[in-house]
C-alpha cells in the first residue's frame, strides 16, 4: 500500500455518493506498498473503508481479480471482495484510473511469526488451494516463464557472470517444472507477512491478489515458506519450515512429483523474487519511480535452496 496519485476530499466524496454509505468524514494516505495507491477512509458514521486506486492496472484487466476475491470470500475465506455501488458495478474511475473500494478489516501484520502462526498461515493456503482448484477461473501467470526471461534480460548487465550462470540455471529448470503433470490453479502467489492480517490471534484477512495467476500450488507454499518461515539471518528455518508443511499436508497431501520437485519449487520462488527486486533496482537507478527491496535476500535464499549456504 502506497500513495502515488494524490485525491483530493471532493474526488473521494464524489466517489463515494456512488454507494449508500454516507459522506466522508476524513481520509489518509498509506505509508508502505509497492505498486498501487492505497488510502485509509472514515466516513461520519463511523465505518472504515479502504480504497485502492491501480496505477499499472488496466480496467481490462481488473475484472479476474474482482471475481477471484468474491468467489473465495462467498465460500467463507477472510479474503476482502469489492464492495459494490447502487448500480451493482465494482469498478470506478477516478483521474482515468481504475479503483475499487474494499470494506476494512480489523487486523496487524505478523513482523516475527511463531510456529503456531506460520501453521494458520499454511491451513489457509490450503484452504485457497482446495477452493481455487473448484473454481473455473484461469489467468496467466505475473511471474511465469516469458516474465522470468524477459526480467532477466533487462537486469543482466547488472549481474556478475556467477549470477547470470545461476540465473541461466534457473530458467531451464522452471521449463522443466512447467512441464510436469502437477496440481495447478489460480494461485495468490504473494502470501508475504504484510498480505496477511492477524486479529486475536487469527487470520482475519488475506489481501492483494494481484499477482494471483495459474500456476503449480507448491510454487505458492514456496513462495510462503521462503517469507514465514525465516530466521533471524534471513535464511529459512527448517523446524518453521517443517510446521508450515504440516499443517498445509494435513488438508492436502503433496503428489508424488510435488515432493520430487519441492527443493526446486523453492529455488524457482526465490529466483522470481530476486529478479524482480533486482529489476526495481536497475529502474530506479534509471530514475523511475520504484519501491526499493533488497534483492540480495532473495539472492542469499537461492542460494541456500541450492546448498550453497
Given at each position: ?7 483530493t476530499k471532493m474526488q473521494i466524496g464524489e466517489l463515494l455518493t456512488r454507494y449508500d454509505l454516507g459522506a466522508l468524514q476524513s481520509f489518509r494516505g498509506a505509508e508502505d506498498g509497492i505498486e498501487n495507491t492505497t488510502y485509509f477512509l472514515v466516513l461520519e458514521n463511523g465505518e472504515q473503508l479502504v480504497l485502492t486506486l491501480f496505477e499499472s492496472f ?252
Amino acid at each position: 500500500m502506497a500513495v502515488y496519485t494524490k485525491l483530493t476530499k471532493m474526488q473521494i466524496g464524489e466517489l463515494l455518493t456512488r454507494y449508500d454509505l454516507g459522506a466522508l468524514q476524513s481520509f489518509r494516505g498509506a505509508e508502505d506498498g509497492i505498486e498501487n495507491t492505497t488510502y485509509f477512509l472514515v466516513l461520519e458514521n463511523g465505518e472504515q473503508l479502504v480504497l485502492t486506486l491501480f496505477e499499472s492496472f488496466s480496467s481490462a484487466e481488473l475484472p479476474f481479480y474482482i471475481e477471484l476475491t468474491s468467489a473465495l470470500n462467498a465460500r467463507g475465506l477472510p479474503v476482502p471482495c469489492p464492495m459494490q455501488d447502487t448500480d451493482g458495478s465494482e469498478m470506478q474511475m477516478i483521474a482515468d484510473k481504475p479503483v475499487l473500494l474494499y470494506p476494512f478489516v480489523m487486523g496487524k501484520h505478523i513482523e516475527h511469526p511463531n510456529c503456531e502462526e506460520v501453521r494458520k498461515v499454511a491451513l489457509f493456503l490450503v484452504n485457497i488451494h482446495q477452493q481455487s482448484l473448484t473454481l473455473p477461473l484461469r489467468n496467466s501467470c505475473p511471474g511465469d516463464i516469458d516474465w522470468m526471461r524477459r526480467s532477466w534480460n533487462y537486469v543482466k548487465p547488472s549481474l556478475s557472470d556467477d549470477e547470470n550462470q545461476i540465473v541461466e540455471d534457473m530458467l531451464v529448470l522452471q521449463d522443466k517444472v512447467q512441464g510436469l503433470n502437477i496440481p495447478r490453479a489460480v494461485i495468490h502467489r504473494d502470501l508475504f507477512r504484510d498480505n496477511i492480517l492477524f486479529d486475536e490471534g487469527e487470520v482475519s484477512a488475506v489481501i492483494d491478489f494481484y499477482y494471483a495467476g495459474t500456476e503449480a500450488l507448491i510454487l505458492d507454499i514456496a513462495i510462503a515458506v521462503n517469507d514465514w518461515c525465516l530466521n533471524d539471518e534471513g535464511l529459512v528455518d527448517s523446524e518453521m519450515r517443517g510446521e508450515f508443511l504440516e499443517a498445509y499436508e494435513s488438508r492436502r497431501k503433496f503428489t508424488s512429483l510435488e515432493q520430487e520437485h519441492w527443493q526446486a519449487a523453492q529455488q524457482l520462488a526465490a529466483t522470481s523474487f530476486w529478479l524482480s527486486r533486482q529489476e526495481s533496482l536497475v529502474r530506479a537507478q534509471q530514475g523511475a519511480q520504484q519501491v526499493i527491496k533488497d534483492p540480495a535476500a532473495f539472492k542469499r535464499l537461492l542460494l541456500q535452496h541450492l546448498d550453497f549456504i
